[in-house]
């Protein structure tokens, strides 16, 4: 059932987008032409496809929430402890000896910068 709202759900959103871009526009757009009696007159074309554009846009968006509640309530809240360490037996800290503590590495002396009357220079 899922799968089946999902590709409505993607033909309405193709068909809705083709609506949209036949519409005629300010800017003149992808506007198409018409004869001018019958439905497909430019007064009919505009209220034609402003009425698609309305129904479209409603399925649109009531499928969307329809999906996103089906989406939720099959989420199984289960979790996932395959990743979980494991407490040691006895659930005490295994004794034993310290870590061995090392020393620092020496570090080297770095030489003294040269002596020029306080001017850095560029190296």
Known sequence: MFTFLLVLHACIAFTLVVVILIQKSEGGGLGMGGS??????????????????????????????VLAVMAASGHNSKID?????????????????????????????????PSNGGVPLAQ
């Open 81 to 113: 402890s395959s990743l979980a360490t494991k407490a040691p037996q006895g659930g005490a800290i295994p004794a034993g000896p310290p870590p061995a503590q090392t020393a620092p590495a020496p570090v080297a002396p770095q030489p003294a910068p």
């Open 36 to 65: 001018p009696s019958g439905l497909m007159s430019a007064r009919g074309a505009a209220d034609f496809l402003t009425r698609a554009t309305t129904i479209l846009a409603t399925l649109f968006v009531t499928l969307s929430i």
